[in-house]
């Protein structure tokens, strides 16, 4: 993955962020030394996870027509644990901006239960996030959205859609996005572009 780092003075369309996904009359305007985070154009052939049934379900198509971010988690990730506590913080700032975030367990080796989940929310005090557990099919077909299978996934992974399911970018490091990053004033103002340009 590479850091993407918008420079005072260019216009995005300069940058290059065609290849994110932004059409034409969407490009974002002039940026103000934004650093998004370890950030990488989606990956080919990803795309909304459809079909997605229970809780999860409704949460995906109820958000589909703004921007969303969906964070894959496990209970046994540790990365995640980290992440998922950065998120709940960072939640209702993006909020305000209109930016959803959904933390979706997909336990690779589907032993997650909703137990584990409800313990999660509790050891890490999560106020305002509310995981949701994807379980037998529903884990491969969001695996599948952002072309990882249960062999190939590393978790966490963080997605951004754009409005109406467009795969944006991921949003990743190694060990998960350090949790200041989430709040961090250039993210937040990049958010703010994005959700500016639609």
């Known amino acids: 993955m590479r850091l993407i780092s918008f420079p005072a003075g260019l216009k995005a369309a300069a940058l290059g962020l065609a290849a994110f996904g932004l059409p034409a009359e ?15 154009p989606a990956p080919e052939g990803s795309h909304w996870p459809e079909g997605i049934g229970g809780d999860l379900g409704a949460r995906l198509e109820a958000a589909k027509d703004g921007w969303v971010i969906v964070d894959y988690w496990a209970s046994w990730c540790g990365p995640c644990m980290g992440e998922l ?5 960072a939640k209702p700032v993006y909020a305000e901006k209109g930016i959803t975030i959904l933390a979706a367990n997909v ?3 589907g032993r997650d239960t909703p137990v584990d989940v409800a313990r999660t929310v509790m050891k890490l005090s999560l106020d305002v996030l509310d995981p949701v557990l994807a379980s037998g099919a529903d884990i491969d077909t969001m695996l599948a959205a952002v072309g990882e ?27 998960g996005i350090e949790a200041d990053s989430w709040t961090d004033p250039g993210m937040l103002a990049f958010f703010d572009e994005l959700a500016g340009a639609e």
């Open 107 to 109: 336990d690779i080796a």
């Open 85 to 89: 506590k950065a998120l709940n913080g």
């Open 149 to 175: 299978t249960r062999k190939t996934a590393s978790l966490p992974i963080t997605i951004l859609y754009a409005p109406g399911g467009r795969p944006f970018a991921l949003l990743q490091q190694t060990g």
């Open 26 to 40: 969407a490009q974002l305007s002039e940026t103000r030394n934004l650093t998004i985070g370890w950030a990488e």
